[in-house]
Each structure stands twice: as structure tokens, then as C-alpha cells.
């Protein structure tokens, strides 16, 4: 099989790639970026392409899958640079796959698309994608189901599959991650056990997480096993102040979201950090997603739990780690520190 992953440098496609990698039926594998790595793993050659503006049909020819795996999350004070981007540009991808004539076509959707639902109990994938319209991440990404919607009806002979993951964390993404949420005012050296004593005790915080590597196993399964459709995908167990106070040794203090989120939204709009207020009330919205359909029809199960997941990220936030990729470089000296409050947006110049 020749697999093309778009977006395969970040968080995620370095690990659908690692993943590829070591499946035998693949023999060939074409990763899509905006910027050539160092990476060089042994199957997978690299191609040069900006998802928002160039036409990635000839790349796609004889390809038997597609991986679109492509996002950008700031700048959040500019909403039409990421519609570019995520919606358009994923509609490009979409658009070269189905001229191309790809076998099947893998999406990165996101427990982001969903609606708003329940905290106490777990929702299929039949649960309604229409996202949290005061976050852009949302509604790009529910958008795009819609979209996916008329491309099934389009396509029939294209098998697609949308990948619903919780939050998604490696240690080698730890830089990449803190410098898009969090921004350059949360200094490394202190997220760790021990230093953060206290933990907001906010209603509505449960997520779900995976380790990316896990992630990366369900998209090999994807394009390697006769399935379509949706699939939820998330690690045990629930991710909630009590866990997160116990993975720092830290005591939970009661705060109300109306104050988390004016907290957040008063950093946002002063651009001291990238993260935007709508984030934080989709996080307290989301619902707890059933994984059942992604054990049973794509028989896939992590391997870590959410926990261990998230153990990686804050090891890997204080160590400042990162890999030989442009979007999860680890931060080498002031100059480079510096470089990030540039507009409170967490891209990197």
C-alpha cells in the first residue's frame, strides 16, 4: 500500500507515521508538510505543500489511501486564518483525493465536533456534530463533518473514515502543546509534581484522553482494514480535577467556570496567552465518548492509559522536550523562548 499522511509532523502524524512504519502491507508512505523535517524514517519520503493554497492532486496519484491529519490552532484572534487553513484547505484535500481517485480517505475529526452532552455517561458516534460555536476549533471541525456528509453522498466509491480522539498528548509534543495553549508565561521548569500545589476544581472538567502513539495504531488500522464511518477514540480513565490533583500532588480548590473563563478570556484578549475562553467552555461541554465501535469493528485498544498520556506531556513539559520535526522542536535558548509572545497567537516565527 502507498499511504499519503497530510500533516504528518505534528503531535499526531509523527505518530500515524511511526505507525505506518511498522506495518508490512504499507511499502510506501508520503508525508505532506509545510515544512521538511529532519526525521527520516525508512519508508516515508517527504513532500513540500501548503494545504491553504496549493493543489496536492499530483501528489496524491496512485495513492491507496489518504491520511488528512492537517490543522492549525492560532491564531485564535484570527479566525479567517484558520477557516483557510482547517476548513478550506481540508476541503482542497478532499477535493485532490476524490480527482486522484484514492481507495479511502481518513479524516481527523475530534470529539471537538460534537455538541454538548452529558458528563456522567458515555455518547456513540451517532451523537450530534454540531460543536460549541464560541470556539473556532469547534466549529471548523464540525463544519467539516458536514462537509464530509456530501462527499460520502458524492463518492460512494471512497471509503471514509472520520477519527473522533479526545485530547491527545506524547512527550515529544509537550513544547509544541504548551506553546499553543499555554504561551510563554507558564515557565517550563515549574510544571511538575510538587510545584503546582493547587488544582481548579472547575464543574463540568472531565475529559477524555490517549497517548498519540495510540492514536497513530488507530489510523494504521483505519487504512488497513475494510472499515468506514465514524470512530470514537479515547483511553480509561476520565480525565477530572481529582485525577489531574493527584498526578501533581496538588489540593483541588473550588472555582466556578464563570470565573475560569473570565480568568482565560482576560489573558486571551490582552494577548498574554493563546489559548481563547471558547476552548475552555467547549472542554466544560464536551461529552464522554463511547470507544466500543473502535474496539469491536476496528479492533483497537491503547495501550496506555490517560493518565500515562498525560504523565508524558508534564515530564515532557519540564524537560522541554520535542522532536527532529518544525512543529514540535523543543525551544533552544532565550532567543528562540522570545521569539513566542510575538503577537500572543503561539505560532512560532
Not at 106 to 111: C, G, L, R
Not at 221 to 243: H, K, Q, Y
Amino acid at each position: 500500500m502507498r499511504i499519503i499522511v497530510v500533516g504528518a509532523t505534528g503531535n499526531v502524524g509523527t505518530s500515524v507515521v511511526s505507525a505506518l512504519e511498522s506495518e508490512p502491507s504499507v511499502t510506501s508512505i508520503v508525508g505532506v508538510a509545510r515544512r521538511q523535517p529532519e526525521w527520516r524514517p525508512g519508508k516515508t519520503s517527504w513532500r513540500t505543500a501548503d494545504v491553504s493554497k496549493d493543489d496536492v492532486t499530483e501528489i496524491f496519484a496512485g495513492a491507496d489511501a489518504v491520511i488528512h491529519l492537517a490543522w492549525v490552532f492560532q491564531p485564535t484572534h484570527d479566525p479567517v486564518t484558520t477557516w483557510r487553513t482547517n476548513v478550506l484547505g481540508s476541503m482542497r484535500v478532499f477535493r485532490a483525493a476524490a480527482t486522484a481517485g484514492v481507495g479511502a480517505l481518513v479524516h481527523a475529526s475530534s470529539v471537538g465536533a460534537y455538541s454538548p452532552g452529558p458528563k456522567d455517561g458515555p455518547v456513540d458516534e451517532t451523537w450530534p456534530t454540531h460543536g460549541w460555536p464560541n470556539a473556532a476549533y469547534a466549529r471548523e471541525k464540525a463544519y467539516l463533518e458536514r462537509v464530509l456528509d456530501v462527499f460520502e453522498h458524492d463518492h460512494p466509491g471512497i471509503r471514509v473514515v472520520r477519527m473522533r480522539p479526545g485530547f491527545t498528548f506524547k512527550r515529544e509534543s509537550a513544547t509544541e502543546q504548551r506553546r499553543l495553549f499555554a504561551g510563554p508565561l507558564l515557565p517550563q521548569g515549574l510544571v511538575r509534581p510538587g510545584l503546582i500545589p493547587l488544582i481548579p476544581d472547575i464543574p463540568g472538567l472531565r475529559i477524555q484522553a490517549l497517548h498519540s502513539d495510540d492514536a497513530g495504531q488507530a489510523y494504521r488500522l483505519a487504512v488497513t482494514r475494510p472499515v468506514s464511518g465514524a470512530f470514537n477514540l479515547a483511553a480509561d480513565p476520565v480525565i477530572d480535577p481529582e485525577v489531574l490533583a493527584e498526578l501533581f500532588g496538588a489540593r483541588r480548590v473550588p472555582v466556578p467556570p464563570w470565573l475560569a473563563r473570565s480568568v482565560i478570556a482576560a489573558g486571551w484578549h490582552l494577548h498574554l496567552i493563546p489559548a481563547s475562553p471558547g476552548l475552555v467552555e467547549m472542554a466544560l461541554r464536551i461529552p464522554l465518548m463511547d470507544v466500543t465501535r473502535a474496539r469491536t469493528e476496528l479492533g483497537w485498544r491503547p495501550r496506555r492509559t490517560a493518565t500515562e498520556a498525560l504523565s508524558e506531556l508534564i515530564q515532557g513539559m519540564h524537560a522541554g522536550a520535542g522532536t527532529a520535526t518544525p512543529p514540535l522542536a523543543s525551544v533552544s535558548g532565550l532567543q528562540d523562548w522570545m521569539k513566542e509572545p510575538a503577537g500572543g497567537d503561539g505560532r512560532r516565527r
